[in-house]
């Protein structure tokens, strides 16, 4: 009798890459049950005869034809199949550490010396492809543990690729470096450049093999600090540091007193304008205060001309009329008002420019013409012989003294003596005018001596 199965699964431990089923014959119409993180396989004869993802499979002569020719009868009837089923695990495998087992030597271009360093850290591996991975690496074996790929847990130096990833660390670590030109005392700030060149040499190599490494880290590098070699090039590196830091300060302390400088050259620049402008705002409040003091004033004085009825032209013309009047009246050579009369008389240019504006001072010229005016008329009465006071002689006339009255004998009177025949009237001199303001007659001035009126043009 043939003894077979229904169901086909396997649920096993994490560490277990690949794992090889224990029966090898089975019924068609079996269960074949395959997790999310797995893969099956069937082999028959060291062929993969069909390969299945996660899910639920019913074996049967549709879905897996190749095993039609290999089926046999058994002895109760049923038809069954024999073959291998390899379940593959594809979760990543976490945290495998690695580390090279003697130091790699490496040289410094930089300082000329040789030193050696060593490396480790720890690296993740999972399955690319199930079918190399069995093919290549389980073969007829019972299946595959991480430790067997990796050596972990194991003595050190084994496992199929720990010996793969440290030759690979030491034949790449010391040529990275000196491609990078990166410093080996300052090794630690460029783990990630290493890590992930030499994860890139790794993985090309790891590939034909079905695995990949996801992500690799070199956590540490290990310097030989008690190597005389290595205690000179970090001498150098710090006389360098120092040096270059000195340069860098002094630089720094040469920009500052530069930028200072223009600081200073800048305030003191501000400083000078906003003085300049100050004293300029000074000025133009200053002019523009007088201006507006000056401009009110001015306003004043004209409203009052106005309510007084006379313009600002007249006021000045009536001051320099009075000031003139007064210089004729203090200063005149004739003695008297007559003298001062005269005086302003002969001021024809001042009081021509006066014109119209003689009658605003007529005031303050009235007591001196009235004055003058009867020292005329007491002479006109004595020599006009009883002329009415206050009539005028006529224009032009001699005054003419009474003719005498002869003695008559006897006490008769005596008859009288006419009078001489008038002299002839005294010709107007040549270019004479008479005034059409005060009726002046006989001028030969330029301007009227009673009222200062312009010769008519």
Not at 277 to 293: P, V, Y
Not at 354 to 375: C, F, L
Not at 410 to 425: E, L, M, T, W
């Amino acid at each position: 009798m043939v003894e077979a199965i229904s169901v086909i699964k396997y649920e096993g431990s994490n560490d277990v890459l690949a794992h090889k089923h224990e029966k090898e014959d089975f019924t068609i119409g079996s269960q074949l049950i395959v997790h999310e993180t797995q893969e099956a396989l069937f082999f028959r004869d060291g062929k993969i005869f069909d390969q299945f993802k996660a899910g639920r499979h019913t074996l049967v002569t549709n879905n897996i034809p190749k095993v039609r020719d290999y089926m046999k009868l058994g002895t109760g009837g049923i038809n069954v199949f024999h073959c291998e089923v390899y379940f593959i695990n594809m979760v990543t495998q976490m945290g495998i550490r690695w580390g090279t087992d003697s130091k790699v030597r490496l040289f410094d271009p930089a300082s000329g010396l040789h030193v050696e360093i060593g490396a480790s850290g720890n690296f993740n591996m999972r399955v690319t492809d199930s079918a190399k991975l069995i093919l290549k690496l389980v073969g007829t074996t019972d299946g595959l543990m991480q430790s067997d790929v990796t050596g972990e847990g194991k003595s050190y130096g084994t496992g199929m690729f720990k010996a793969l990833i440290i030759n690979k660390v030491k034949a790449n670590l010391a040529r990275i470096i000196k491609e990078e030109n990166l410093n080996i005392l300052e090794i630690d700030a460029y783990l990630d450049v290493l890590s992930a060149k030499l994860m890139l040499d790794i993985n090309d190599t790891l590939d034909e093999y079905g695995l990949t490494m996801p992500e690799f880290y070199v956590t540490s590098i290990v310097t030989p600090d008690d190597d005389p070699n290595f205690v000179r090039l970090k001498q150098q590196f710090a006389d360098k540091t120092l040096k270059v830091r000195e340069e860098e300060v002094k630089k720094a302390e040469a920009e500052a007193a530069q930028q200072r400088k223009i600081v200073e050259a800048q305030t003191e620049a501000q400083l000078k304008a906003v003085s300049a402008q100050g004293e300029a705002d000074a000025l133009r409040i200053k002019a523009q205060a007088e201006a507006d003091a000056y401009r009110m004033q001015a306003q004043a004085e004209a409203q009052e001309m106005q309510m007084k009825g006379y313009t600002y032209r007249d006021e000045t013309a009536r001051q320099v009329g009075l000031e003139a009047m007064q210089n004729g009246i203090t200063g005149g050579s004739g003695g008297g008002a007559g003298g001062g009369i005269g005086d302003v008389a002969s001021l024809g240019v001042t009081l021509g420019a006066m014109g119209g504006v003689i009658n605003m001072t007529r005031d303050a010229m009235a007591p001196i013409m009235g004055e003058s005016q009867k020292v005329g008329e007491g002479f006109g009465n004595v020599v006009n012989g009883g002329v009415a006071p206050g009539t005028a002689p006529a224009p032009g006339s001699v005054p003419v003294a009474p003719a005498p009255v002869a003695p008559v004998s006897g006490g008769a009177p005596a008859a009288p003596v006419a009078p001489a025949a008038p002299a002839p009237a005294t010709p107007a001199a040549e270019g004479a005018w008479n005034c059409p303001n005060c009726g002046k007659t006989g001028i030969t001035s330029r301007f009227c001596p009673d009222c200062g009126t312009a010769k008519p043009v």
